[in-house]
């Protein structure tokens, strides 16, 4: 079905600028709820890999209709119109549900669910989740041995939250490492390939839980103690 020239015209000139992407390149976009298709409709435009990548990343990361390749805990939450949010590092995210309890400090201990995909072709791809296992992944919140997208992510989730994010390249497997990835030798190298020919890293989460520890914490904050109120008999004698 093609679409008036007068309609591609209003398409190309707002450029969805409302979500934060321009893509002004790609005029039409069609959501299927079974996938989700990106079409350029004018000839004399073309769409480069950099801006089509953009756009499919956008469009996963709004769609959140009950898809096959959305987990099936995750998918008992439909939103309608979610609001797109952007971290200071360049993760965005919209989230399935509002969690209600404590948030994230850096030094806590992190328990979450996730559910891997990169994006391609304008689908997502999932390569693995903690849900099919039964078995949650924890992290302390900021130790470095997470990938940074992640971290950034979940720093602003509650407990019983429920967020999709889209992850740049920059903020995520950028050294040997990183977690979480899959336990599957072979799975891993099926994302790595993926990843290395320019697709988008995804996540579902869901922040199960959270570990207040007073003493990690001390390492992760810029805590400066008050040194006149250290008793004297601390000090080594001269």
Not at 84 to 106: A, I, L, N, Q
Not at 112 to 121: F, K, L, N, R
Not at 149 to 158: A, F, I, K, P, Q
Request: glycine content about 8%.
């Amino acid at each position: 079905m093609r679409c008036r020239k007068s309609f591609r015209e209003e398409l190309r000139k707002r450029a969805c600028t409302r979500t934060g992407f321009l893509f002004s390149n790609c005029l039409v976009w069609r959501v299927f709820r079974r996938g989700l298709v990106v079409q350029c409709s004018l000839s004399s435009w073309r769409c480069s890999r950099r801006i089509y990548l953009k756009a499919t990343a956008l469009l996963v990361l709004c769609t959140i209709l009950p898809y096959k390749t959305l987990s099936e805990t995750v998918r008992e939450d439909k939103t309608e119109k979610p609001a797109v949010f952007k971290t200071p590092g360049g993760t965005e995210y919209v989230d399935f549900r509002v969690g209600t309890g404590d948030k994230p400090s850096w030094g806590d201990m992190v328990v979450i669910h996730y559910v891997i995909y990169t994006v391609e072709g304008g689908s997502l791809r999932k390569f693995y989740s903690t849900y099919d296992d039964k078995e949650p992944f924890a992290f302390r919140h900021g130790n470095g041995q997470t990938i940074k997208g992640l971290e950034e992510g979940v720093d602003s989730m509650r407990v019983g939250g429920r967020r999709r994010m889209v992850i740049p390249g920059s903020l995520a497997y950028t050294v040997a490492g990183l977690g979480p990835i899959p336990p599957s030798t072979s799975v891993r190298k099926k994302l790595g390939d993926s990843l290395k020919q320019g697709n988008i890293l995804a996540f579902d989460v869901e922040l199960v839980k959270i570990w207040k520890d007073p003493v990690g914490m001390e390492y992760y904050t810029d805590f400066v103690p008050d040194v006149s109120k250290i008793p004297r008999s601390m000090f080594l004698k001269k």
